[in-house]
């Protein structure tokens, strides 16, 4: 099972294979793995126990960050994601730590968690994937619908800048120049970084 797994010289931490959207263009739709070696695709989901052992078996100087990001959405288990990131920041105050998010995490957790963030995570990174509501849902198809996912994912992101260092919105590569021009706008509106991230097929 798949806990930790390398990847262009980060750490990252598959917690669960649960998602709240079933992205049309998601690389698991394809792919056991990102890095050609790990099946990422979990027979269970681990423990805290478990996730801290297979910390341990790392050489944790290796790496430049650490980062939850596996086959699902990492705050489906929020309160687990937290309290493995509280850890490693106790042990490995330098060591930045990053989420890779969809923004959902208000929503599946019914409250406002990023508050509880701070001072643990250096980065989130937010899936934007697209420029409006209907455009959302038709690639993202969110179990929230497009209005409250869009719009949450949104929200989100204007919290967490107050209790994150940096908080960006990003989209792939595969879009129009138009709609990256959109979103891009959308990010300065919120007042966050913006990333055009590469497609991974």
């Given amino acids: 099972m798949t806990i930790t797994y390398e990847y262009q010289g980060a750490l990252y931490v598959n917690l669960t294979n649960r998602c709240s959207n079933a992205c049309t263009f998601c690389v698991r739709n394809n792919h056991d793995n990102v890095n050609g070696e790990d099946d990422l695709w ?22 430049h ?13 929020f309160d ?20 890779n998010t969809n923004g959902h995490a208000n929503l599946i957790c019914k409250r406002d968690v990023t508050p509880e963030m701070e001072g643990v995570f250096d980065c989130v990174s ?9 455009k959302y849902q038709a ?23 107050a209790y994150v260092p940096e908080v960006v919105l990003s989209v792939v590569d595969v879009m129009s120049e138009e709609e990256i021009a959109a979103c891009r706008k959308i990010a300065e509106d919120c007042g966050v970084k913006f990333r055009v991230r590469a497609f991974i097929e």
């Avoid at 979990?42 to 790496?63: N, S, V």
């Avoid at 934007?128 to 209907?134: K, Q, S, T």
């Fill in 126 to 134: 937010i899936s934007l994937n697209a420029e409006n509501p209907e």
């Fill in 42 to 63: 979990l027979e269970r989901e681990p423990t805290l126990e478990e996730i801290q052992a297979d910390f341990g078996k790392r050489d944790m100087t290796k790496y």
């Fill in 139 to 161: 690639l993202c198809l969110s179990e929230f619908g497009g209005e409250a996912s869009f719009f949450g994912l949104l929200d989100f992101a204007k919290k967490a800048k």
């Fill in 80 to 99: 687990t994601m937290l309290a493995v990131a509280k850890w490693l920041k106790k042990d490995y105050p330098e060591l930045p730590i990053r989420l």
């Fill in 65 to 77: 960050s650490v980062v939850f990001c596996g086959y699902g959405e990492p705050t489906i288990r």
